[in-house]
């Protein structure tokens, strides 16, 4: 091959090829040492080893992926990626989602008989479902962070793709020092196989409530994870139908953050599977929205709304 940015050989290097090859000609030495090494979750299949103190460490004797010439635009997106997936058992948090699932179907204001029978069904449903599809204990969520200078006066900013949100007309923005797209989707029940309709009730219960709680573990986790040195907060969720963000702006989030990562895919503007969430939250140095309460629930106009003392008129 001719070299070029994008392939260079050394064939006086006394290691050279540094792998076993069967065509030493297409061996790529550009990224001799590889940029991926210190990356554990790579673009190849490297072995574990336990060092002499030990600790695990890459073994990549037998990987070619960044020798391999058509591997070069890959290998680039791969260091350009920022994002990452945490997984979560979801099961961890069950008296959690317990207590939501009662809030959502109002067992408190269930007389006795009524109470017991709605919660054995959705106790039997759920732990029935989640012991016949054991894979589905694992929820992974996708984190993508993005800089501050994002967030704008009405919208969320990011290259061509502009999300207008009014509550930010409402916070002190110089307080955010950073910013996360997120998405997850609920354990994905075969809800048809409910043997009845209250079953099947209470298994979509499940998914929003698991939905619910997922989502405030992720803010704690974000607060967690940039208060090491200092305290900083999580906001709430942003996202479509919450904040003054346009149930529309489904379709531009998942443009700028792909969501395959998490399990999930947009088809004219619906997230697949139906149980999915893609949102936002704000890291910053004080809490934001103590004085925003009131925009909780609201679903965003492009007009803004006339409700509202923060009303601006947009030509």
Same mark, same amino acid.
Request: aromatic share 12%.
């Given at each position: 091959?001719?070299?070029s940015?994008? !392939?260079?050989?050394? $064939?006086?290097?006394?290691?050279? #090829?540094?792998?076993?090859?069967?065509?030493?000609?297409?061996?790529?030495?550009?990224?001799?040492?590889?940029?991926?090494?210190l990356?554990?979750?790579?673009?190849g299949? #490297? /072995?574990?080893? *336990?060092?002499? $103190?030990?600790? $695990?460490?890459?073994?990549c004797?037998?990987?070619?992926?960044?020798?391999?010439?058509e591997?070069?635009?890959?290998?680039?997106?791969?260091?350009?990626?920022?994002?990452?997936?945490?997984?979560?058992?979801?099961?961890?948090?069950?008296? @959690?989602i317990?207590?939501?699932?009662?809030?959502?179907?109002?067992?408190?204001?269930?007389?006795?008989?009524?109470?017991?029978?709605?919660?054995?069904?959705?106790?039997?449903?759920?732990?029935?479902?989640?012991?016949?599809?054991?894979?589905?204990?694992?929820?992974?969520?996708?984190?993508?962070?993005?800089?501050?200078?994002?967030?704008?006066?009405?919208? !969320?900013?990011?290259?061509?793709? /502009?999300?207008?949100?009014?509550?930010l /007309?409402?916070?002190?923005?110089?307080?955010?020092?950073?910013g996360? *797209?997120?998405? !997850?989707?609920?354990?994905?029940?075969?809800?048809?196989?409910?043997?009845?309709l209250?079953?099947?009730?209470?298994?979509?219960?499940?998914?929003?409530?698991?939905?619910?709680?997922?989502?405030?573990?992720?803010?704690?986790?974000?607060?967690?994870?940039h208060?090491?040195?200092? #305290?900083?907060?999580?906001?709430?969720?942003f =996202?479509?139908?919450?904040?003054?963000?346009?149930?529309?702006?489904? @379709?531009?989030?998942?443009?700028?953050?792909? #969501?395959?990562?998490?399990?999930?895919?947009?088809?004219? =503007?619906?997230?697949?599977?139906?149980?999915?969430?893609?949102?936002?939250?704000?890291i910053?140095?004080?809490?934001?929205l103590?004085?925003?309460?009131?925009?909780?629930?609201?679903?965003?106009? $492009? @007009?803004?709304?006339?409700?509202?003392?923060?009303?601006?008129?947009?030509?």
């Amino acid at each position: 091959m001719k070299e070029s940015y994008r !392939f260079y050989q050394n $064939k006086a290097c006394e290691y050279f #090829p540094c792998h076993p090859v069967d065509d030493p000609d297409s061996f790529n030495c550009l990224f001799c040492y590889c940029p991926l090494y210190l990356q554990e979750k790579c673009l190849g299949s #490297p /072995e574990w080893i *336990l060092s002499g $103190k030990g600790q $695990k460490i890459k073994d990549c004797s037998n990987c070619m992926v960044v020798h391999r010439p058509e591997m070069y635009d890959k290998v680039l997106a791969q260091l350009c990626r920022q994002d990452f997936t945490v997984s979560v058992n979801v099961w961890n948090f069950r008296n @959690e989602i317990w207590r939501r699932m009662a809030q959502i179907a109002s067992w408190d204001q269930m007389e006795a008989e009524l109470f017991w029978q709605h919660r054995g069904a959705a106790i039997s449903s759920v732990t029935n479902m989640m012991e016949k599809h054991k894979y589905l204990y694992h929820v992974m969520i996708k984190l993508q962070p993005f800089d501050a200078a994002c967030v704008q006066n009405d919208r !969320f900013s990011f290259g061509k793709q /502009e999300i207008f949100c009014t509550v930010l /007309e409402r916070i002190d923005r110089s307080k955010i020092t950073e910013g996360y *797209l997120y998405a !997850f989707h609920a354990p994905d029940f075969p809800v048809e196989e409910a043997s009845s309709l209250l079953s099947q009730y209470y298994l979509e219960t499940f998914q929003i409530a698991c939905m619910d709680v997922v989502r405030e573990w992720v803010r704690d986790y974000l607060a967690r994870k940039h208060s090491v040195t200092s #305290p900083h907060y999580c906001s709430d969720s942003f =996202g479509p139908g919450y904040y003054g963000m346009e149930l529309s702006a489904v @379709e531009k989030l998942t443009d700028v953050m792909d #969501p395959a990562d998490a399990g999930i895919s947009c088809e004219d =503007g619906m997230l697949q599977p139906m149980m999915s969430l893609v949102g936002l939250y704000l890291i910053s140095t004080e809490d934001i929205l103590s004085d925003c309460g009131d925009c909780a629930g609201c679903i965003g106009q $492009k @007009e803004g709304c006339r409700f509202c003392a923060n009303y601006v008129k947009r030509s």
